[in-house]
C-alpha cells in the first residue's frame, strides 16, 4: 500500500519523504513540518495517536484522529451505526458467534466459536452472505477555524469481492480479493457503505467490510488505506494521491474511471483477470 501510494503523489509532482528510523511519532514530527501534505499508514489500533501528531504538523489527508479512534474500536463503532438504524451483526455474549478483537485488522484473531471471549474481544452473530467491502473516499472542508462536512456524499471507488477462509478450527483468515465487481446488489451496498463513513466522520480513504445475506450487513468499518487500494490503483485511470488532497481540502471530485478487473493479494501481488 505505502509504495502504491507514494507512485501516486509522485506521480502527480509530488516528493515523498519516509520515516527513516522506527520512533514514527519522533519522525512525523521531524518531517510534518516541511510537508505540504501528510498521510499515516499503520494499522486501527496505532493510527488514531500517530495521526494525532501528523495533524499537529501538517495537513492531513486521511481520516481526523478522533474519528479513527472511534472507527478502530469496533465494538463502540457497531454500536454507534445500530443506534442511526444501520443494520450490523448483532453482538451476542454466548452461543456460536463470530468473537473478534476490539481493535483488530485483517481478520487476525476472528473466530467462529462457541467458546468464551477474552478481553479485548466481543462477540457478534454469524451471518451467512457474501463477503464484500466498498472502497471510499469521504471529502471535507477545512476552514481556517472549524472543520465541517462539505456536502458531498462521499466518493465510491470501486466494489470488491474479499477472499475470506475460515479454516477447521474456524478462524478467519483473509487472503486479498477482486476488484472491480459487477453485482446487481451493487447500488445497495455502495449506499450502505456511504451512510456508515458519514455516521462515523471518515474523511479521505475508508474500506467498509460488508456481508451480503438477505440485505447488507456491516462488519467492519476501516478508517484507513487499505489493502484493497493495490487492486484499484492498477484499474482506476485516475491518481489516488490527487483524489485524497481534493477530498481534504472539499474540492470537486472527478468521475471515477476503472478499466478492467484485478485480484489483490495481501502481499502486494495484482493478477489481471
Not at 510537508?35 to 481520516?63: I, K, M, Y
Not at 494521491?241 to 495481501?266: E, F, N, W
Amino acid at each position: 500500500m505505502r509504495e502504491v501510494l507514494k507512485r501516486s503523489f509522485e506521480s502527480c509532482g509530488y516528493e515523498v519523504v519516509q520515516p527513516v528510523t522506527a520512533d514514527l511519532d519522533a519522525e512525523i514530527r521531524r518531517l510534518g513540518p516541511s510537508c505540504d501534505v501528510g498521510l499515516v499508514v499503520a494499522p486501527d489500533h496505532l493510527l488514531s495517536g500517530f495521526t494525532r501528531t501528523l495533524e499537529q504538523v501538517c495537513h492531513n489527508v486521511g481520516c481526523g484522529s478522533m474519528n479513527v479512534a472511534v472507527a478502530a474500536n469496533k465494538q463502540r463503532s457497531a454500536a454507534i451505526l445500530a443506534r442511526h438504524g444501520l443494520p450490523v451483526p448483532p453482538e451476542l455474549r454466548d452461543g456460536r458467534r463470530v468473537i473478534k478483537p476490539v481493535r483488530g485488522y485483517g481478520s487476525l484473531g476472528v473466530r467462529l466459536s462457541d467458546g468464551p471471549a477474552s478481553e479485548g474481544e466481543f462477540g457478534q452473530a454469524y451471518i451467512e452472505g457474501e463477503h464484500l467491502s466498498v472502497s471510499l473516499v469521504g471529502t471535507r472542508v477545512v476552514g481556517d477555524a472549524c472543520e465541517y462536512w462539505s456536502g458531498e456524499p462521499p466518493l465510491a471507488l470501486a466494489l470488491n469481492r474479499q477472499e475470506i477462509e475460515i479454516d477447521q478450527e474456524g478462524r478467519f483468515h483473509y487472503h486479498g480479493g477482486e476488484t472491480p465487481i459487477e453485482h446487481p446488489r451493487r447500488d445497495e451496498c455502495i449506499d450502505l457503505a456511504r451512510r456508515a463513513i458519514v455516521v462515523l466522520g471518515c474523511q479521505g480513504y475508508a474500506g467498509v467490510d460488508l456481508v451480503l445475506g438477505d440485505r447488507p450487513y456491516l462488519v467492519d468499518v476501516n478508517p484507513r488505506v487499505t489493502t484493497s487500494l493495490v487492486g484499484i490503483a492498477a484499474v482506476m485511470q485516475e491518481e489516488v494521491a490527487d483524489i485524497l488532497v481534493r477530498a481534504s481540502k472539499g474540492l470537486k471530485l472527478p468521475q471515477i474511471h476503472l478499466t478492467g478487473r484485478v485480484r489483490y493479494g495481501t502481499d502486494g501481488t495484482v493478477t489481471r483477470l
